[in-house]
Each structure stands twice: as structure tokens, then as C-alpha cells.
């Protein structure tokens, strides 16, 4: 039988980085979120000063270690939530009751090796009419979707800014590897008598360690 | 894009070649968001005496590859030279999208070759 034929230079090069395949074109519709540009820059310019003289690498840039986020890692993803397209217009508030919404996270391509040292929840809110306001009350709900416990519970204050609510240890074991997918049920509950809220971003930012890109810093000496 | 190699083989002594490896030459710059491409370069050249004996930095230090070059001038054909290797590397990191529309940012360690040396 003919031995399959080797793979060429990009291919090996894509595995090499530890990439199965080479994806598909850019997405036209997504653009880069800014946290990801501020970590590339960040990190594009520890690595440009590390390879100067001047700076001994080690004290540069502490390898596997994402500094702006504080943690360990070596790989960070931006996942949107898949839930919004299929998100149906929430019903009018009756009697109270605020909307629950859906969120779906795709984490198919994370590898099994992969450690998760953050998992960051990104939820973006507006008050559900124009006229009311940004500031209130309100707290906020996460359970696994479906059937299942509140797994973590956070105060909202204003609806103006991002609300990050962190899941490690709380929807998502520490030591866990990925699931292939990450399926979350959220509420925004006011405290008090105030209009509901309307989700309109929701979006994940992941970070994982590798082991296996990683090496020990310079060999202890002898 | 590569410095071309010295007179077609080894020739001059051991140090960092120029090499710049281009992500749109491999036809991945329609998802690689950045960098476009990264200086790799390499490292060539002879480490014979006195290359062997210089190290990265100037300061003159006595290992395995100064023994083998002293040996080899005084016995050609007993050991052979020593390599001329990368003797100092530093880290990429690159901003991408993988095949989930995720933007992914990935590091590298050990990507681009800073200083050559004999080994």
C-alpha cells in the first residue's frame, strides 16, 4: 500500500502550532474584540523587548502566564455566544416577571489538555425602555441551563457597563477539562420595583494553559 | 524571505541569519489577524577556532564546543566541528480566528532565533 503522502510544509508548520487544520476565511461579520487587540499588543510588545538584549527574557516575560489577566495560560479565546441568533424576543413583563435568557458557548475546538485558569462571563445589558434609567438594582443569575441550581449570583448596579461575572469554581470545576459546549441560563432579576433589563451581548473569554507548550524557565544551576 | 546562505554552504563563522517567515506566503492571512508575519531567522556558519571560542555577548567561555574545536585543529578528522545552533529565543504570540469563529490568541515559546553560538 502506498505510505500516505507527507504533509507539506504548511501543514506541518499548522501542527506545529498546534492547530488540526487550517480555518476556514475570516468571519467578515465579527470584528476583533477590543480586550483581545489590548492582550496581543500587550504581549507583542513584551516579546519584541524580550528578544533585545538588553532585557534577560526571563525578568522580561514570565512564559505561560497571561500578566493583564493575572493568570496562568498560554491560550486565550474570545467565544461569542451562539445562543443569539436563536434567542426569541423576550414577552412583555407580566406580573414582575423578568425575562430568562439562553446562552450557548461552543468550546468544541478547546483540547482535553488544556487547563482552564479563567472564565470570564461578558454580559451586556439595556434598560428595556428608552426612558428609564441605567442606574438600579438588580442581581443577576446563573444556572446551567435547564433544570438545575443557581450556580452563582452577582449584584448589578448599573446596566451602562459590562457586567463580568467569573464561573471558575462556580459553573465550571477548576480542574475540569472543557466541555464541548457550555449551555447557561441567566436572569437579571430586579431588586427593586424597576423596569426589566434586556441582554444584548453575551460572551465568553476563556483562558487556558497547555503544559505541553510549555517548558520550565532556564535549568536551575548547577 | 531568508539571507541567502554564504557562498552556497557553511562558510564564515557561526552567527543569526536574517529569516522572515510570512503568514500571507502560506496563504493564512486571510485568518491570522496578526502578526503578518514573524522574523524567525536561523543560525549558520563555522565554528571553527576563534568562532567557537566567542559567545553571545563577548565573553569568551570554555565548554564542550571550544574542546571540540581545539581538538579538531589538532586532529581534523578525529571529532568534527562543533554546530552552530540557536544559543538564544524568544516568544511569538498570534491573534487568530479558528474554524468556531472564536478570536483566539496563542503563545509561542521558543519561536525566534535572537543569538547564535557553537555547540
Keep these: ?222 | 524571505e531568508a539571507e541567502p546562505a554564504v557562498g552556497g554552504g557553511s562558510g564564515g563563522a557561526c552567527r543569526t541569519r536574517r529569516l522572515y517567515v510570512s503568514f500571507r506566503e502560506v496563504g493564512w492571512h486571510r485568518w491570522v489577524i496578526a502578526p503578518r508575519g514573524f522574523l524567525a531567522n536561523y543560525c549558520q556558519g563555522k565554528c571553527a577556532l576563534p568562532a567557537a571560542l566567542s559567545e553571545p555577548g563577548g565573553t569568551p567561555a570554555l565548554n564542550h564546543a571550544v574542546l571540540r574545536a581545539l581538538m579538531h585543529s589538532a586532529a581534523p578528522g578525529a571529532a568534527g566541528l562543533p554546530c552552530c545552533v540557536p544559543a538564544r529565543l524568544s516568544p511569538i504570540s498570534v491573534l487568530f480566528f479558528d474554524n468556531n469563529d472564536n478570536v483566539v490568541l496563542r503563545h509561542y515559546e521558543d519561536m525566534v532565533v535572537d543569538e547564535c553560538g557553537c555547540r
Design chain 1, 1 to 222: 500500500a502506498r505510505a500516505p503522502a507527507a504533509p507539506g510544509p504548511a501543514a506541518s508548520l499548522l501542527r506545529a502550532l498546534g492547530l488540526s487544520d487550517a480555518p476556514r476565511d475570516a468571519p467578515t461579520s465579527r470584528p476583533v474584540p477590543p480586550v483581545m487587540w489590548r492582550l496581543f499588543r500587550r504581549r507583542d510588545h513584551q516579546e519584541a523587548r524580550a528578544g533585545s538584549r538588553r532585557t534577560p527574557p526571563a525578568a522580561a516575560l514570565r512564559p505561560c502566564h497571561v500578566e493583564e489577566l493575572g493568570v496562568a495560560g498560554n491560550i486565550v479565546r474570545h467565544v461569542p455566544d451562539r445562543g443569539a441568533a436563536a434567542r426569541r424576543p423576550e414577552p412583555a413583563s407580566a406580573a414582575g416577571q423578568c425575562p430568562e435568557w439562553t446562552v450557548v458557548f461552543d468550546l468544541s475546538t478547546v483540547e482535553p489538555a488544556e487547563r482552564p485558569s479563567q472564565v470570564r462571563l461578558e454580559l451586556r445589558f439595556a434598560a428595556e425602555e428608552a426612558s428609564a434609567g441605567m442606574a438600579g438594582s438588580w442581581e443577576l443569575s446563573v444556572a446551567r441551563a435547564g433544570s438545575g441550581p443557581v450556580l452563582l449570583r452577582q449584584a448589578v448596579t448599573a446596566l451602562g457597563t459590562p457586567v463580568r461575572a467569573e464561573l471558575l469554581g462556580a459553573a465550571w470545576a477548576r480542574n475540569a477539562s472543557a466541555p464541548r459546549s457550555l449551555r447557561l441560563t441567566l436572569a437579571l432579576r430586579p431588586r427593586a420595583p424597576t423596569v426589566c433589563a434586556r441582554l444584548t451581548e453575551a460572551s465568553l473569554l476563556l483562558v487556558t494553559l497547555d503544559p505541553r507548550l510549555c517548558h520550565p524557565l532556564a535549568r536551575p544551576r548547577r
